[in-house]
């Protein structure tokens, strides 16, 4: 955050009265009409007046979201020059009315951002100033690329949606989101199930959650002409513009009650965009995958559709939203951190507000009581340190699982980087682990800073083997390109160092020990509750024989993957020819795996590759008294394993000078999941990480 004034000097404030500042941005010009513009003064620089108020004293106001960066430009406040970023100032010229001032909070005037202590102080209510704003208008830009028609349909279509009752759609959707800011899995189990009974009530549960077949039926229902055109490429833009990955609107999207849009001169509320937004994914994901598969059909798939709604900045700041609502405010750092980690869409300029932009509005930033300082003597570094403390003291020790691959090297082995990319560990299903690798052990952590300023996790551990082989880690694979080769070299890896082993033994570890299930709906709850061995939670279980066979099935698929998923990336940007010939040649090569065309093996087959995927940045290991299983694709031979107490997962961690280790990552040991390791002979010690 940063803005530089020149001659406009601020006055301090009170933060012992909750005091801030709000701008009164003046008129265009004096005419007492809003649709009067004959006195317009189209060169006259924007004006704003800046005065000290009181959260004590409940002023009315809007609350500014918008995108920092951008060029300086010259403002005037308080009759002085004033630069602002030429993006703030672009808002500003939007939102001015002709006749009367509009009175909004704007963190960049607002906050003297050459004032450290102040921009610290004022940073941790900017909770409490967007939820008493009477709205927040959230800028997303000058209309461009379509923008006005998108919002135009998008208004069009919630206007439906009231006509046709289609309310109870959205609201069961919403429900199902929520699912990811429930606090447990028994919580997530109970809330799912309600959401199954409320589906029941409406006429019946569909089958596959990720595409809600009866949504597509009401949607062909509706009696709009336009629906069948409608701008999925310009949505796509729209979603994608940058306010979407600026790590501080999460806040900003979250605690307002109703947040409102403002694109160019359109408005549109979030309610309106977020239930349009859902149901079109769904209809569009339905409608483009039944068009491929019926391959006689002349109309050819529309990918824009997908692409429009496929993960999209906006729909990962949508998801946010929707968890921190059903959670009533009831959301944890360490639940809001593991939900952005993997989000490679957000981002800020100052990789502290990472943290500094969450602690407002979660609810353990007391017990936390991490500081926000954005003083210069105060690193990046430093508040990742104090953030992984104050989290494992808090009971967090699987926080140790997710550095993986940090990107500064002069962080301890144990803190989590948050800029960095994270993977999640092995188990992990909405945020649950089904492993217990510790038993019924608690955790044992001490963590201190030496005299030589080096920050010491001291972990009560149970050391268990030295790694003696290792097979190839996997080459890096282009996130857009196909597996088929990876996946053939990893299996063919694991089974080098593995062997022999049983193929029951092999599949779970090639799957790291779980396994993708069907929902169980026909059974009156969500899925039974979890016992360490079999039971369904949540879409993913324990491995069983299912993945022995999801093997077999793999290994006979990987010959014809390559060529299939090639055919069909190019059949989705046009159909020829070329590709028909070679889908006859093809066809023929499918029919032969019989077993693959049901709708059950399928599925298994299907499962068990998205868990394999999943660990193709690991490679398997043996160790000298013959565990065997995977491990982090950087660990090396030599390396330790070892059980921290209170753990899920076993770990490996490589000895450094003095006596200290790093930590290199979690670890999968076939057969020692449940506690076992916990019974191997020697005595627990205290591994100081580095």
Known sequence: MSSITEHFRYTPIDPAQKEFRLLHLTPRCTTTSEDDTSLQQPNRPISCILEKTSLRASPKYSALSYRWGGTGRQILVNDKPFTVTDKL???????????????????????????????????????????????????????????????????????????????????????????????????????????????????????????????????????????????????RKLCHREWWTRTWVIQELCVPEKPIFVCGKKMITYSELSKCARFFKEYWTSDFQKRKRDRNSNEEPDPTLILSTSSSPADVMMSFRSSYQNSKGECTLYTLLRNICNKATIDAEDQRDKIYSLLGFVSDKDTLNIRVDYGKNYSCEDVYIDTSRALINQGYLDLLFLRQTSKSPDLPSWVCDWGAEIHEPWGNSWGVNPFTASGSFTPEVHIYTTNNGQHIASVRSKLIDTISSLA???????????????????????????????????????????????????????????????????????????????????????????????????????????????WKVLLPLIDGLQEMKSGTTGNIMVYYLQAVENN???????????????????????????????????????????????????????????????????????????
């Open 89 to 235: 100032e672009i808002a500003l010229q939007h939102l001015q009315k002709n006749s009367e001032p509009l009175t909004l909070w704007v963190d960049a005037i607002c906050i003297n951002q050459q004032d450290t202590e102040e921009k610290m102080q004022q940073v941790q209510q900017m909770t409490d100033i967007y939820r008493n704003a009477s709205q927040v208008l959230i800028w997303l830009g000058p209309a461009a690329d379509g923008s006005d028609q998108v919002i135009d349909s998008l208004q069009l279509i919630s206007q439906v949606f009231q006509r046709q009752d289609l309310r109870n759609y959205m609201k069961s959707l919403e429900d199902m989101e929520s699912l990811k800011g429930a606090s447990s899995w028994k919580a997530r189990a109970d809330l799912l199930t309600k959401v199954i009974n409320d589906l029941e009530a409406q006429g019946g549960y569909p089958k596959d959650l990720h595409a809600i077949s009866t949504l597509e039926t009401e949607f062909k229902n509706l009696d709009s002409p336009f629906l069948d055109t409608f701008p999925a490429a310009q949505y």
């Open 472 to 582: 190839s880690p996997v080459p890096k694979i282009d996130p857009d390109s196909d597996t088929s080769d990876a996946l053939s070299f990893f299996i063919s890896e694991t089974r080098r160092i593995l062997s022999p082993l049983s193929d029951e033994d092999m599949a779970a570890v090639l799957a790291g020990g779980i396994e993708y299930t069907d929902w169980d709906y026909k059974s009156g709850t969500m899925f039974k509750y979890f016992d360490k061995k079999s039971s369904t939670k949540l879409g993913c279980c324990r491995a069983t024989s299912k993945s022995t066979e999801g093997l077999k099935l793999l290994e006979r698929w990987l010959p014809v993957k390559k060529e299939f998923e090639e055919l069909r990336s190019l059949e989705e940007i046009q159909i020829t020819d070329e590709t028909k010939g070679r």
């Open 616 to 690: 193709l940045q690991r490679k398997a290991f043996c160790t000298q008294n013959g565990y065997k299983g995977l491990v982090p694709a950087d660990a090396e031979v030599g390396d330790l394993l070892c059980v921290f107490l209170g753990a899920d997962l076993p770990s490996v961690v490589r000895k450094v000078a003095g006596g200290r280790y790093r930590l290199v990552g979690e670890a999968y040991i076939q057969g020692f999941m449940d506690g076992e390791l916990m019974e191997v002979a020697g005595d627990t010690v205290a591994l100081e990480l580095c």
